[in-house]
């Protein structure tokens, strides 16, 4: 048991580290932008002229605003993958609990 708990705080400590280690080496003086603002930056350095073919349906008012919805995105979609998740497995133990296993064919109920 007491393995177990030493495993499960050195992985614990290695997802901290791997995230912690970047953050320290950069030493704060950058800015971590997403690729939609690296991209944009890209696309008006090497072509001024540029105008998009498109304007957006939605801006929200700040970047907070933006953050939320984007973490309630996640948040929908980490729910949407628990739920297909938990059926597909509930639909295997029902039936492991019948005595039906996937690949035989189900007896004849004539």
Same mark, same amino acid.
């Given at each position: 048991?007491?393995r177990?708990?030493?495993?499960?705080?050195?992985?614990?400590l290695?997802v901290?580290?791997l %995230?912690a280690?970047?953050?320290?080496?950069d !030493? !704060?003086?950058?800015e971590?932008a !997403?690729?939609?603002?690296r991209a944009?930056e890209v696309v008006q350095?090497?072509? =001024?002229?540029?105008?998009?073919?498109f +304007?957006?349906? %939605?801006? =929200? $008012?700040s970047? +907070?605003? +933006?953050?939320g919805? %984007?973490a309630?995105q996640?948040?929908?979609g980490g729910v949407?993958? $628990?739920?297909?998740? $938990?059926?597909?497995? $509930?639909?295997?133990?029902?039936e492991?609990?019948?005595g039906?296993?996937? !690949?035989?064919? +189900?007896p004849?109920?004539?």
């Amino acid at each position: 048991m007491r393995r177990r708990h030493l495993t499960t705080a050195l992985l614990v400590l290695a997802v901290v580290a791997l %995230f912690a280690v970047p953050l320290l080496l950069d !030493g !704060g003086s950058s800015e971590y932008a !997403g690729t939609d603002s690296r991209a944009t930056e890209v696309v008006q350095e090497s072509a =001024p002229d540029y105008e998009p073919w498109f +304007e957006s349906v %939605f801006s =929200p $008012g700040s970047t +907070e605003i +933006e953050s939320g919805l %984007f973490a309630l995105q996640a948040a929908l979609g980490g729910v949407a993958l $628990g739920y297909v998740l $938990g059926r597909l497995r $509930g639909r295997r133990t029902a039936e492991q609990t019948t005595g039906r296993t996937t !690949g035989q064919p +189900e007896p004849d109920r004539a």
